[in-house]
């Protein structure tokens, strides 16, 4: 079946940093979503991508859309200790007949103050 | 706009119940999508359900079962609860569940079976 493979699978990086992780696979996507989750709750949407070679910005939060469609990629710039969590990315399969994502292994961020 | 509401947070089974999950989308969504979230395998996929009919199915036994109300809230069922049903299950809703919209998810239902 489609997998996803995500990087890193953790970050420990520094207050202000720059973060980046990505998403890659065998298969094609049709949409790539970015989810971030929290202890105890459900993954929240961060920026949604449609088409290949799309680049959306959410604050301080930059997603692309990689033109194989094969791909994708998150950076968060100037971290902030709110950042932690853990990142998801997700892909809707093509010919899709609704409501099923793929989604990657998450990379666990941790911000140092 | 209120979000996706799952009910209970918390639930505590013995091996070989079954149990009943609730999921209330948000006002006006007709998707509901269901997923399994464990440690080892992450977030699979269950079912997806579109005004009252699956239109998707993960790779899952038939012990996983599910269904849409004409209100779009949705249930599923795990009849013979196994140890490893132990997880974390999410709800997402969308508007029409081809992405367009997004998913949005409810906080979970954290199931423990003993």
């Known amino acids: 079946g489609q997998q996803l493979n995500q990087s890193p699978q953790s970050m420990f990086i520094q207050e202000g940093e720059d973060v980046s992780m990505n998403c890659t696979s065998s298969?094609?996507?049709?949409?790539w979503l970015w989810y971030k989750q929290d202890p105890g709750e459900g993954p929240v949407l961060l920026i949604a991508?449609?088409?290949?070679?799309e680049l959306t910005s959410n604050g301080r939060l930059t997603a692309q859309f990689g033109i194989t469609r094969k791909d994708s990629f998150l950076n968060i710039s100037a971290s902030i200790p709110s950042d932690v969590g853990i990142y998801f990315c997700?892909?809707?399969?093509?010919?899709?007949?609704?409501?099923?994502?793929?989604f990657g292994q998450g990379t666990e961020l941790s911000v140092k103050p | 706009k209120a979000g996706v509401t799952q009910t209970p947070r918390y639930l505590i089974k013995t091996r070989g119940q079954q149990v009943t999950l609730s999921c209330s989308p948000i006002?006006?969504?007709?998707?509901v999508s269901w997923y399994q979230q464990t440690p080892g395998q992450g977030l699979q996929f269950l079912f997806e359900y579109f005004s009252e009919t699956q239109r998707n199915k993960g790779n899952f036994p038939g012990r996983f079962s599910g269904r849409q109300f004409s209100n779009s809230r949705s249930e599923m069922n795990v009849s013979t609860l196994e140890l490893g049903d132990s997880a974390l299950y999410l709800c997402a809703s969308s508007a029409s569940g081809t992405g367009r919209a997004g998913y949005t998810f409810g906080s979970g239902t954290r199931l423990t079976v003993v």
């Open positions: 997700a892909g809707q399969p093509p010919y899709n007949q609704g409501g099923k994502l793929i």
């Open positions: 006002s006006g969504h007709r998707s």
């Open positions: 298969s094609i996507f049709n949409t």
């Open positions: 991508l449609y088409k290949a070679g």
